[in-house]
Structure formats: structure tokens, C-alpha cells
């Protein structure tokens, strides 16, 4: 067990890997109504999974950018995996939008 403390409950951490148990995620800052917020990435799926705002939401961007490297680390996550992680769903909504402009 880790003494890292995250800005979310334990509780809420385990159900994270629960639910993405054998992916591999990245937490990230999001725009959230009334601010910023937390979102989960899962490698090359387009967008992302967004954690409710009353469990993580800030006025400040780098508050959130801040709890999602916390996160991160938490999880065993480089700076670089983390934005490598990022990327590829950006890369994989930009494909998905494509797609779907051909059809």
C-alpha cells in the first residue's frame, strides 16, 4: 500500500481499477461545467470517462493537471506514459471524426 495521498477517496481509486482492470489508463485535466475537472483516458479508445465533480472539480486548471499527475504517479505512471496515454485518444477521436465524415 502507498502512502501517495490523491485528491480522490480510496474508494473511488479501487473502483477505477476495477472498472479498467488490465487497460491501461491516464488521468488528465478536463473542462467541466463551472471549471475543471478529472477524466479518465483508456490508450487508443477516442475521449474519456469523466469523474464526477464533486468527488474532483477546481476553478484552477493546474489544480486539476496537478491531482491528475498526483494520479498518475499513483498509478505507477511516468509524466511521458501519462501524456503518451493522452495523445492516443486524442489521436483515436480524431480518426473516429474522420470516419465519420466520409460516411
Do not use: C
Not at 12 to 33: C, L, N, Q, Y
Not at 61 to 73: G, L
Amino acid at each position: 500500500m502507498t502512502t501517495t495521498k490523491t485528491i480522490l477517496p480510496q474508494a473511488s481509486m479501487e473502483a477505477v481499477r476495477e472498472i479498467f482492470h488490465g487497460k491501461t489508463i491516464a488521468f488528465t485535466a478536463v473542462v467541466a461545467e463551472g471549471g475543471f475537472g478529472l477524466g479518465v483516458t483508456l490508450e487508443g479508445e477516442p475521449g474519456y470517462w469523466p469523474i464526477p465533480t464533486d468527488l474532483a472539480s477546481s476553478k484552477s486548471w493546474e489544480a486539476m493537471n496537478d491531482a491528475a499527475t498526483t494520479i498518475n504517479r499513483f498509478l505507477g505512471l511516468s509524466d511521458e506514459d501519462a501524456m503518451r496515454i493522452v495523445t492516443s485518444t486524442m489521436a483515436a477521436q480524431n480518426t473516429r471524426d474522420r470516419q465519420n465524415r466520409k460516411r
